[in-house]
T-cell receptor, first 116, second 114 residues
């Protein structure tokens, strides 16, 4: 069964350092999402891509976060500099194509970030 | 901001019982509704999706949707200890919208004891 891949699974870093997360969506899925989940809360969207284009980054803290999906396949989310409050689970999800009705989202295993 | 509220937990039921999980939402334009299961330290796993008013059954799981009341629920029949997890309710603003973001509740933690 096809799955969303993410790496690393765990990341520990010190504040002010840069971190990067990678996501490879299910093959053929045009829409890719990055969510952040703080312990005890539900996931919240950071950014949505449709193919290589950003569709929604309204909740992305653009002063320190950046995301790209250059070839419309895999994606990288970067934080620079990391802050203590960034400690969370970073989840990548993909769906066949938002806007067509075939947009059920499937999540990868996530990256657990701890900022010291 | 689209609000999604779930009944406060934790919810504890004996093995074999029916677990009932509830969710209300604020946006009347919401079209798609999902239930995800999340084990501790793991990522959300899709359990059910529902788009139309009424009931939708899949094995031991039944999702119920009432758009007029802005209410969606999940029933788990014959609960098993392996069902112990946090259940996340999620809504999507508009089916067919290119803005496909999900809005999640905080989750309800379910414990099924033997």
């Amino acid at each position: 069964e096809a799955e969303v891949a993410q790496s690393p699974r765990y990341k520990i870093t010190e504040k002010s350092q840069a971190v990067a997360f990678w996501c490879d969506p299910i093959s053929g899925h045009a829409t890719l999402y990055w969510y952040r989940q703080i312990l005890g809360q539900g996931p919240e969207l950071l950014v949505q891509f449709q193919d290589e284009s950003v569709v929604d980054d309204s909740q992305l803290p653009k002063d320190r976060f950046s995301a790209e999906r250059l070839k419309g396949v895999d994606s990288t989310l970067k934080i620079q500099p990391a802050e203590l409050g960034d400690s969370a689970m970073y989840l990548c999800a993909s769906s066949p194509r938002a806007g067509t009705g075939e947009d059920t989202q499937y999540f990868g295993p996530g990256t657990r970030l701890t900022v010291l | 901001q689209k609000e999604v509220e779930q009944n406060s937990g934790p919810l504890s039921v004996p093995e074999g019982a029916i677990a009932s999980l509830n969710c209300t939402y604020s946006d009347r334009g919401s079209q798609s509704f999902f239930w995800y299961r999340q084990y501790s330290g793991k990522s959300p796993e899709l359990i059910m999706s529902i788009y139309s008013n009424g009931d939708k059954e899949d094995g031991r799981f039944t999702a119920q949707l009432n758009k007029a009341s802005q209410y969606v629920s999940l029933l788990i029949r014959d609960s098993q200890p392996s069902d112990s997890a946090t259940y996340l309710c999620a809504i999507q603003a508009g089916r067919g919208s290119t803005l496909g973001r999900l809005y999640f509740g905080r989750g309800t933690q379910l414990t099924v004891w033997p």
